[in-house]
Structures are given as structure tokens and as C-alpha cells.
């Protein structure tokens, strides 16, 4: 049977389900929210996702409607033997962690930046840029000593913390300052099966 994930290409939310599934060698088909009548808000849509915010995965009869939520699912039927969540249940607190960063702090930061400047959305951009600092202090800490976000091999918490700080420059964010940042980034890159964002 065949997956189906709702898609909207520059959405870092939808690159971290593209990404993951690329990484697991699961074939996805990719149908573009883009193109359907009224985009995220028509009634074609909202029937799928009545938030009207993409990513959706469609697998059979299962209808999962957050990226996050996705990553986990998709690890846990098709990928389980994969390692990209760990079995230690520190370091799986430690993955849990960084999800919650990434729909938090990653979401009211970089995200926004990028919504701000790129999709000319209104917001306070001040306000995304202190955020991003902070995220992007912690991370800069955080990967000094250390290849990966979370235990020695590439995990689904640097599959979901990937997008919004490689496109952040997107978002008038600079990451010159922070260059174990860019090292991390190099890192995923060059994972087997790596797929990028669209750069714009
Ligand atoms: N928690 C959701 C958030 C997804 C999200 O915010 N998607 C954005 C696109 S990047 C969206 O659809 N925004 C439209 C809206 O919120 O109305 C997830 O992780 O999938």
C-alpha cells in the first residue's frame, strides 16, 4: 500500500517527513497541498486535516497530522531496526526532548524568522531572532563535544531539528557565529539518502 504524505515543499515541518523517509528508504507519494483548490484551507483539504496545517500522512486507513507524531510513526512500522530512536531510555528522553525544542523554541524562532522575512507573514521579528539566539546558544553548547544531538549516531532528533536552522538564513538569521553548528549540519548532509530543503 502506499503512503501518501500532503506536502508543501519550503515547509520545514514537511522537509523533516521527506527527510526521515528518504534516510528509512520508504517510498513515499507526494502530493502537493499547493495544488489542491484553496490550498491549506480549502475543503479538499481541511477534510484530510481540519487544523489545515500540513504535514498529513496518509497510511491506509491511519491519518497522522504532526511531523513529529509522523517521524515516530513511520520509525516504529517501517524502521524499527534502523537505530534512528534510541533504545536507552535516557537517551530516549533526550530525543523526546529535542522534539519538544523543536516545536517550541525552533517553532517561535527560527520558523517564525523565516515566515517573517520570506513569506512576508506579520510578526515580531525581534522576538523571533532573541528566540533563535537562544536555541542556537544551547545547540552550539550542546554539539562542542559532541557529532549528534542525541548518543553517537544521527538520530530522528537531528531529523527534526535540521530544517529550520539550515534555511535560517532565510529568516535573516546569521550562523556565522556558531561553526559546531555548521558542522552538524555538514553531518546530515552527508547521511546516506540525505534530501534538502529548497533553498530560496
Ligand atoms: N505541529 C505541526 C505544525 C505544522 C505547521 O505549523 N505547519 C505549517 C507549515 S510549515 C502550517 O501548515 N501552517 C499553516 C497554519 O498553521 O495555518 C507539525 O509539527 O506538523
Not at 1 to 23: E, F, N, W
Not at 41 to 46: D, T, V
Amino acid at each position: 500500500m502506499t503512503i501518501q504524505l500532503y506536502d508543501v515543499p519550503k515547509s520545514g515541518h514537511c522537509h523533516r517527513v521527506r527527510l526521515a523517509a528518504s534516510l528509512m528508504g520508504l517510498d513515499v507519494d507526494l502530493v502537493s497541498v499547493m495544488d489542491m483548490d484553496g490550498q491549506r484551507q480549502g475543503a479538499a483539504y481541511l477534510a484530510i486535516n481540519p487544523l489545515g496545517q500540513v504535514p498529513t500522512l496518509v497510511d491506509g486507513d491511519l491519518t497522522v497530522r504532526d511531523s513529529i507524531a509522523i517521524l515516530q510513526y513511520l520509525e516504529r512500522t517501517y524502521a524499527p531496526d534502523q537505530g534512528w530512536m534510541p533504545t536507552d531510555r535516557r537517551e530516549r528522553a533526550q530525543v523526546d526532548e529535542w522534539f519538544a525544542i523543536s516545536a517550541g523554541v525552533m517553532f517561535r524562532g527560527p520558523n517564525m524568522a523565516r515566515l517573517i522575512k520570506l513569506f512576508k507573514m506579520p510578526g515580531d521579528h525581534d522576538a523571533a531572532v532573541a528566540q533563535s539566539q537562544k536555541l542556537f546558544d544551547l545547540m552550539e553548547a550542546h554539539l562542542q563535544d559532541r557529532a549528534w544531538l542525541v548518543g553517537a549516531r544521527a538520530t530522528l532528533a537531528d531529523i527534526a531539528c535540521y530544517a529550520y536552522v539550515a534555511v535560517a538564513n532565510e529568516g535573516a538569521l546569521d550562523l556565522t557565529p556558531y561553526p559546531n553548528i555548521a558542522a552538524w549540519l555538514a553531518r546530515v548532509q552527508a547521511l546516506d539518502g540525505f534530501v534538502d530543503i529548497p533553498r530560496s
